[in-house]
């Protein structure tokens, strides 16, 4: 039996979140930058030997979208909140914006508290120019996670394929956990 899963991935224009959901999907980096209105993708993963099929939802981070955006946010999983390693303030954002956007949505639509893995992308960037004031450093993103309620927090970078089949391994697996404390009937564990 295949468990189906949706992740809704959102955070500021330009962060990387289409690069992350493309190299996921392609395994392949997409060169050029074309801002996304609204994209889905789908893949399939194993967990624990049973099968999993994965909704990914790729969302426009520019604010002129923003009316569209919560037309991907019904019946979510899990969302992964993507920020820049090497943009203090997409981190910011993530606390700042994206949180109450999508805890204002799921409180209005009488959905299940929203469940948030935080994915800090282009971290070969960061890796490349540690003097960079604007990197974002890792008690940073603890203090944020922390803050919001994250379940966890990881950093990849999808030019250099680092960790990126790794944050939908752990959305996996936080979405099995979340469903195991509260004893839903469709755990598959």
Not at 54 to 80: K, V
Not at 85 to 103: D, G, H, I
Not at 117 to 124: S, V
Not at 168 to 188: P, T, V
């Amino acid at each position: 039996m295949t468990q189906d899963l949706k992740f809704v991935v959102v955070g500021d224009g330009a962060v990387g979140k289409t690069s992350l959901l493309y190299v996921y999907s392609n395994d392949a980096f997409p060169e050029d930058y074309v801002p996304t209105v609204y994209d889905d993708y789908t893949a399939n993963e194993m967990y624990h030997e049973k099968s999993v099929s994965l909704a990914l939802w790729d969302t426009a981070g520019q604010e002129e979208l923003s009316s569209i955006r919560p037309l991907s946010y019904e019946n979510t999983d899990l969302y992964i909140l993507c920020y820049s390693t090497v943009q203090r303030e997409s981190l910011l954002a993530v606390k700042t914006k994206w949180v109450p956007e999508l805890r204002s949505f799921c409180k209005q639509h009488q959905e299940k508290d929203p469940i948030f893995l935080i994915a800090g992308t282009k971290e070969d960037l960061r890796r490349s120019d540690i003097t960079n004031p604007n990197n974002v450093q890792d008690d940073q993103v603890e203090q944020v996670a922390k803050e919001i309620g994250a379940k966890s927090h990881i950093v990849c970078s999808a030019k250099e394929k680092f960790n990126v089949h790794e944050v939908f391994k752990l959305g996996i697996q936080i979405c099995f956990d979340e469903k195991k404390k509260k004893g839903s009937c469709c755990d598959i564990l």
